[in-house]
């Protein structure tokens, strides 16, 4: 069975500094993708990362993937208060597309 | 271009009672899933589609919980009969994922959820 492990579960930090939450898996799996989640809200798609070795930046978030490791890495460069959310990694371990195993969440906050 | 549509968004119901929820995917999108999220997890997979096929529903309680998606376009969550451990959101998502020569991703687009509350 396909385990996803975050951490650390809960982040405070404050604006201005740098953090990364890192995603572990348990088996093999080429697919990783991370999700944001404002309170209330749905998941918002942030990286789609589908090699060994791809990384992704958006703005103050960049991810990567290291398949052999089973490691997935999201850092946060320089945090503002609009980054506060919940951060989600999740896994497709199947043949099948879109069935992901999410990990447990990763509440992020930001302040002053 | 709208998003996954979903409704209701909330629903208070007692134990023992039914619910269904709705689902419109994003246009052209063939592929569907139900997720449910309980508070303070990830979401978990109940059941994907392809078209008005069931690819997946290994983790749907089936007891309970039962999924169509007629012409291959909306679908329908229903729970009957509901138990505490049902409150939870349930999210729908689709992909383009299984359309021939579509683009191979795997990326979900989420709906806002249905949030259920079980007395």
């Known amino acids: 069975e396909l385990k996803v492990e975050q951490n650390p579960l809960f982040l405070s930090m404050q604006e201005g500094k740098n953090y990364t939450i890192y995603c572990n898996y348990s088996t093999t799996s080429d697919r990783l993708y991370w999700y944001r989640q404002d309170p209330g809200k749905s998941l918002e798609s942030l990286f789609v990362l589908l090699s060994n070795g791809a990384v992704k930046q958006e703005g103050r978030l960049m991810a990567s993937l290291d398949t052999k490791a089973r490691l997935s890495t999201l850092h946060i460069t320089a945090a503002v208060h609009d980054l506060s959310a919940t951060y989600f990694c999740?896994?497709?371990?199947?043949?099948?597309?879109?069935?992901?195993?999410f990990g447990q969440g990763t509440i992020l906050t930001v302040h002053p | 271009e709208a998003g996954v549509a979903q409704s209701p968004r909330y629903k208070i119901i007692e134990k023992r009672q039914s619910v269904a929820f709705w689902c419109n995917p994003i246009s052209g999108h063939a592929t569907l899933y139900w997720y449910q999220q309980i508070l303070g997890q990830g979401p978990k997979l109940l059941i994907q589609f392809q078209n008005n096929g069931v690819v997946d529903d290994s983790q749907l309680p089936k007891d309970r919980f039962s999924a169509e998606r007629l012409k291959g376009v909306d679908s329908t969550l229903k729970i009957q009969p509901a138990k505490l451990e049902d409150s939870a959101v349930y999210l729908c998502a689709s992909s383009l994922d299984g359309l021939a020569g579509g683009p191979r991703t795997g990326e979900l687009f989420f709906g806002e959820g249905s949030r259920l509350t079980v007395l």
């Open positions: 999740a896994v497709n371990g199947g043949t099948s597309y879109g069935k992901l195993t």
